[in-house]
């Protein structure tokens, strides 16, 4: 069975730095697209960054230059980077896997619990 697993997440002062990690079992992702999104508390579920196959990437307008996306296949873990934290980047935050490469949340396939951020002023 297809798994997601989501870690490091945390408490961290404005303009402070964490990285995400979502280490995926069950089957391989490689060929999959990789995606990031994050919800906070009264609103919808918002893209945030995507990683394809081959390596392409996709970032919302909000975090670009702030966060970065990257993955190793060889240990089926995908990471997402985030500097200069903002508190409004205060949500919780999802891996997904999907064979489209998107920032559509209802293209991806498999999803994570999420692990949450928060981020103080």
């Known amino acids: 069975q297809a798994q997601l697993v989501e870690s490091g997440g945390g408490l961290v002062e404005a303009g402070g730095s964490l990285r995400l990690s979502c280490a995926a079992s069950g089957r391989t992702f490689s060929t999959y697209a990789m995606g990031w999104f994050r919800q906070a508390p009264g609103k919808e579920r918002e893209f945030v960054a995507a990683?394809?196959?081959?390596?392409?990437?996709l970032y919302a307008d909000s975090v670009k230059g702030r966060f970065t996306i990257s993955r190793d296949n060889a240990k089926n873990t995908v990471y997402l980077q985030m500097n200069s934290l903002k508190p409004e980047d205060t949500a919780v935050y999802y891996c997904?896997?999907?064979?489209?490469?998107?920032?559509?949340?209802?293209?991806?396939?498999?999803w994570g619990q999420g692990t949450q951020v928060t981020v103080s002023s």
């Open positions: 997904a896997a999907g064979l489209a490469f998107t920032v559509v949340a209802g293209r991806y396939d498999y």
């Open positions: 990683i394809g196959s081959y390596g392409s990437k």
